[in-house]
């Protein structure tokens, strides 16, 4: 989307005021970037073996803590707030989008997708973050002078109390402990994580790019330039083109099958199932399991092939003769859905764990 103009010198003098009026009243006034300590502070701060912690800092009415001592997340994207802006906790970056917005009243294009805001992602659908801002009741009339409601510190109290205390929880440890056990299983047994085939999709990996198949020419001279992963030895070219391109494919399935198998063993008392138990767990989720993996190697254009190394295009597959054109198609229509969620890497592993585990679809 075109940078918006530069905004006129009476918007940025109005600007500066509101960012003055916040700053007297909220926490990032002393210790900031913009707010330097004083060298007497810095002093004070040296001879001090134990600094009080946020809770402390609250509890004792110290209002003048920084923002980025707070350590509180921005509300819309999750990046480290830097204080209490437009009426809720917020990074620079989304107090700037917001400001933006409103003093400039841009109008973006409509997003049905509900996009989900993260620091990694927020620029990427500015309709969705606008929405969300609005949803979290920012408001250019939340601006606010004084220092920070005691109802607003309470509230702060609160939330920090509840969440040292849940630190040490044992269920919460194990939680956590079992998450981390998962995901290292889910690294070691599969090859091509998302963020490695995002990495090569999107270009930005040091991977060479992958060789475009977008017709029959261009497969023929994959298959002399790329190694593919065979079923079976010295399996001759298929005479059909539609059966030929199939079988590639499905050559990345089985290959994922085979990896979730030694996944599933990964997963704590999976193998002390009976046998058959284990196969039927296996038999009825490797289905499902399989589409969320597939989606990592999908966009809206084609798949990735080869361990990478190749790229079909989806409208090649398209012009396969049916039935094959007909089975790989709603494959992309639910992977474009399923990477929308933007799920990464631990959250595959224990969607996919728990995808495993529950046994069919009763």
Partial sequence: MEQPPEEAPEVREEEEKEEVAEAEGAPELNGGP??????????DLSRSSSPPSLLDQLQMGC?????????MECRVCGDQASGFHYGVHACEGCKGFFRRTIRMKLEYEKCERSCKI????????????FQKCL???MSHNAIRFGRMPEAEKRKLVAGLTANEGSQHNPQVADLKAFSKHIYNAYLKNFNMTKKKARGILTGKASHTAPFVIHDIETLWQAEKGLV??????????YKEISIHVFYRCQCTTVETVRELTEFAKSIPNFSNLFLNDQVTLLKYG???AIFAMLASIVNKDGLLVANGTGFVTREFLRSLRKPFSDIIEPKFE??????????DDSDLALFIAAIILC???D
Avoid: I, M
Wanted: proline fraction near 7%.
């Fill in 228 to 237: 593919w992963k065979q079923l079976v030895n010295g399996l001759p070219p």
């Fill in 359 to 361: 046994g069919g679809t």
């Fill in 334 to 343: 639910f992977a474009v859905k399923f990477n929308a969620l933007e799920l």
């Fill in 135 to 137: 949803a979290l009741g």
């Fill in 286 to 288: 490797v289905h499902e």
């Fill in 63 to 71: 209002d003048g803590a920084s923002g980025g001592s707070l350590n």
């Fill in 118 to 129: 993260q620091k990694k992602n927020r620029n990427k659908c500015q309709y969705c973050r």
């Fill in 34 to 43: 913009e707010h330097p300590l004083p060298s007497s502070s810095y002093t």
